[in-house]
């Protein structure tokens, strides 16, 4: 009878010891114990300038790190596919759980939030029922990096300098969810008001005019700072050429192709460092013939010699192809030496 006790108590201890035994994790009801605590995470700001204009999107960068050496998680809510509960068109944002930002003025006031169902009152956890709880797990020196948009969570003024902080809660939906960790900086943030602009208006080409002896200012000012691009544009290159024998002896005989060739050297020429390079010059006479179309500026200009700086009288010839141009154009030149009489 004994015998028979002691067998049957090995047979159930033999099958009791052959099932398979449960672990922790596949517990039914039990949930898998989260890695990592509160103490787990460093919080970082940043952002890619601290100056914005009101019209721009005020992105916060927020970086996570785990500062442990063993594998730590926390928690962040995807929006909800629904239209009818999240819709970003209207201002709806799945940001403001996970990471919360706090903004104040420089007065200490806090600035006002905007978020819809902040703003409405509504049950945080019925609002939160609506999304996606999702785990992110981060490895030892491990960071993750979240961009927030600060105009959708907050009415910005304009004109006003923020301090910008975070309190980061990572573990919302657990029983520990009211444990915060605050960001380790601060940012100052400026909102300024965006730039007006006038609305375009055409130009009344009537009202505007340059007279001959501007034009001429304009050429003689570049050539003696050297800067001919702003005044080249001035001169009637075909016309003007005619007043350098050497080249318009060839321009005249030349075909249209040829023609553009010795244009481009003529304005090389032109343009380049002169040994004799202007000292200074005045304009002492302006006259334009009674067509309107002809005018002739005179200038006295004053050009580096050896002993001592040679003086010339310059006489430009400028055109216009109708009375309503508001640009004269150079056409030609005359130069003499102006010699000075001994007394």
Aim: no cysteine.
């Amino acid at each position: 009878m004994n015998r028979l006790k002691i067998y049957a108590a090995l047979t159930v201890t033999a099958f009791l010891m052959s099932m398979p035994t449960l672990s922790q994790d596949k517990v039914p009801g039990k949930v898998r114990q989260r890695k990592g605590d509160i103490n787990s995470f460093s919080v970082y700001l940043k952002m890619e300038k601290l100056k914005f204009y009101s019209s721009e999107n005020v992105i916060l960068h927020v970086v996570i790190t785990n500062i442990t050496d063993e594998v730590a998680s926390f928690y962040v809510f995807d929006p909800p596919a629904r239209e009818d509960l999240f819709n970003r068109e209207r201002g709806d944002t799945a940001d403001y759980n996970t990471f919360k930002p706090v903004m104040y003025d420089m007065n200490g006031r806090s600035a006002e939030l905007i978020v819809p169902y902040i703003a409405a009152g509504r049950d945080v956890k019925e609002t939160l029922s609506w999304m996606t709880r999702r785990e992110i797990k981060l490895g030892p020196g491990e960071s993750f990096t979240r961009s927030l948009n600060l105009g959708k969570m907050y009415r910005l003024q304009s004109d006003t300098d923020y301090r910008v902080k975070l309190h980061f809660f990572p573990f919302i939906g657990d029983p520990d969810e009211d444990k915060l960790s605050i960001s380790y900086n601060e940012l100052k943030v400026r909102i300024s008001r965006d730039r007006e602009y006038q609305p375009y208006k055409s130009a009344d080409i009537k009202g505007v005019r340059l007279v001959p002896s501007e034009v001429v200012i304009l050429l003689m000012d570049a050539e003696k700072d050297g800067y001919w691009e702003r005044a080249i544009k001035f001169i009637d290159v075909e016309k003007f050429i005619h007043s350098y024998p050497d080249f318009s002896s060839k321009y005249d005989l030349a075909d249209d192709r040829d023609k553009k060739i010795i244009e481009k050297d003529f304005i090389r020429y032109f343009i380049s460092k002169r040994s004799d390079y202007l000292i200074d010059f005045t304009v002492v006479g302006e006259e334009v013939e009674p067509s309107g179309l002809v005018s002739y500026v005179s200038v006295v200009a004053s050009r580096k010699s050896l002993i001592k700086p040679d003086r010339y009288k310059y006489v430009y010839r400028l055109e216009k192809n109708s009375i309503d141009d508001y640009i004269w154009m150079v056409s030609g030149l005359e130069a003499t030496i102006v010699r000075e009489v001994k007394k």
